[in-house]
Structures are given as C-alpha cells and as structure tokens.
C-alpha cells in the first residue's frame, strides 16, 4: 500500500467486494473503563473482543488518525460518530487489517493483529462481517451468488449447505424474492441489505459498518436501523457503526463516541452521549454552526 490519503478514500467497487469477502465469514477510553452490557468477555483472557490503543495513521503529510485509543463493547452496539474525513472508515479499516498503523496497536480476539502472520489474521478476519458504504457487491454476479461467495471462497460446503445457509439470511433482510436479481437492478437500499446479508451469512462474531445509512433517505435509513437492531437482538456479537447521522446513532446505539480530527473527543453510554453538555458533542448532536467544530 502507499501512503497517500486519497488511496482510502474511495475504494473502488471490486476492491471492497474483494475486502469485504476477506473479512466475511461497556468499553475504556483514555482508562475510563465501564462494564460490558452482558457482564461478560468473548475472549476469554480479560479482554474485550476488539480495541484499540494509541493509534496513529497519516496519508502523506495528513494525519488522519491521532492516538486513538478504544475498547468496544461486547454484545453490545457501538456508534462511532463525526463529520467526514474525520478518520471514522479509516478506523473501520484498521480493524479488519485492511490498514497498518504508523503507530499503536489493534487488538481483536485477544490478539494484536500486526504482530501475527497474515494467515493468522487471515483466521481472524473470517469471524468478522463487514457492510461497506455501497454494499460492496459484485455487479456481475446475482444477489444469491454475492451472498453464498464467502462461503464458496472460504469454506468446503458443499452447495446444498451453502443454501441451507444463505436463503436464511436473505430471509433475514427480506431479499429472498429478489435472489435472483443483479445489484444494478436494485435500490440502493435492497443493496445495503444484500450486503448486509453476506456480512452475516459466515454467522460473524463481530459486524463492521461503515456509514450503512449512506445515500439512503430517511424512511429508508430507519428500516434499516430497524433491521440492525433485530439482527442483533436475535444472534448477538459485537456491533460497531461508523456514521456521520444523528438519527442512526439514537436509533441503535448502546454506546456512542464522537471522533473530532482524527481524536476521540467522547465517549460514552448512548444515553449519556444524548444529554452530554461537552461543547463538541452539543454542537454536533444539534448541527450548531456555532462551537468548536469547524469547517477545517
């Protein structure tokens, strides 16, 4: 990889596919340190399923991540919020290893995931799903094929499994009248959904989002939120969102943090988050022009 900002900012279509199939099949920040909501650890040693601590990213001469240091809870959904560019994908890309830190650490499952071999993180990268800003499907294959594909690539089941597995999903989203179709004959929304489908068709620990209520309207975004939050009441793991909407992280979120400049400017339960008086988070959370968030 090279170190320019804009080699992230846009992937293109099939390099997500391709990303978004590898990673296929309450929380500390700055020591404050809070019980996850089912008073329990995935892993096992003492930690939680994810974090991350000190990290650092530039492209460039740009900074794009400055310190961060998190720990998402377990079984539980944590929204990440800020405006764009703020490093909030960046942060997405870093857990699932699409990214190498100039600095700090990423653990996940108890491991930090840049001091093991690239088959280890490959092992690692096959408990997590993830749904990338536009579904990141390909264009080529109907939205059964996408579906089933992490399955095809990365397992041996045989095709009566592979269906046994997939059409619950498609159930799951309300995509199994449409299984045959292609993605470009779909709404933006039925995407998202399809996408969403294949990040939970490996039956994922963990789910990555990345700005999932993007370009969608606002009826549309709050099926969707609908659709997380039932998802996740019914098979549990670990949830994070990336978002910029407001509405999203008070429709799902257990936890929320606010990243201002590639810093963690809060972090907190959802409902502390919503009547916080810190100056950043009041002028986010209300569209304020006027505050300490600028336009640089």
Not at 146 to 171: C, G, S, W, Y
Not at 176 to 198: D, H, N, T, W
Not at 237 to 243: D, E, H, I, M, S
Request: contains cysteine.
């Amino acid at each position: 990889m090279s170190g320019r900002k804009d080699d992230f900012e846009e992937l293109t279509v099939s390099e997500q596919s391709a990303a978004q199939i590898d990673v296929a099949d309450s929380a500390c920040v700055s020591g404050e340190v809070a019980m996850t909501k089912s008073g329990r650890l995935l892993n096992g040693n003492g930690e939680h399923t994810m974090a991350v601590s000190e990290l650092h990213k530039s492209f460039g001469d740009t900074a794009v991540l400055r310190g961060v240091s998190l720990d998402f809870a377990d079984e539980a959904v944590t929204t990440i919020l800020g405006p764009s560019g703020t490093g909030k994908s960046v942060l997405i890309k870093h857990l699932v290893g699409l990214l190498e830190p100039d600095a700090g650490e990423v653990r996940v499952f108890g491991q930090d995931i840049w001091s093991i071999s690239e088959a280890e993180r490959y092992e690692i990268r096959k408990k997590m799903g993830v749904l990338f800003q536009d579904g990141a499907l390909f264009g080529s294959m109907n939205i059964y094929d996408n579906v089933a594909f992490p399955l095809r690539k990365h397992t041996d089941m045989t095709e009566d499994a592979i269906a046994e597995a997939v059409m619950p999903a498609m159930q799951e989203v309300g995509l199994e009248a449409a299984m045959s179709r292609y993605p470009g004959e779909l709404s933006g929304g039925m995407r998202k959904r399809a996408g969403f489908a294949r990040a939970l068709v490996t039956k994922p620990d963990v789910v990555l989002f990345d700005e999932p209520d993007s370009g969608l309207d606002p009826v549309r975004t709050s099926l969707l939120c609908d659709l997380i939050l039932q998802v996740h009441r019914e098979h549990g793991g670990t949830y994070l969102l990336v978002t910029h909407d407001i509405s999203t992280a008070k429709k799902v979120s257990d936890y929320v943090g606010l990243i201002w400049k590639g810093e963690v400017v809060h972090y907190s339960g959802a409902e502390e988050a919503f009547a916080s008086q810190d100056p950043f988070v009041r002028q986010f959370l209300a569209g304020d022009s006027a505050g300490p968030l600028g336009m640089d």
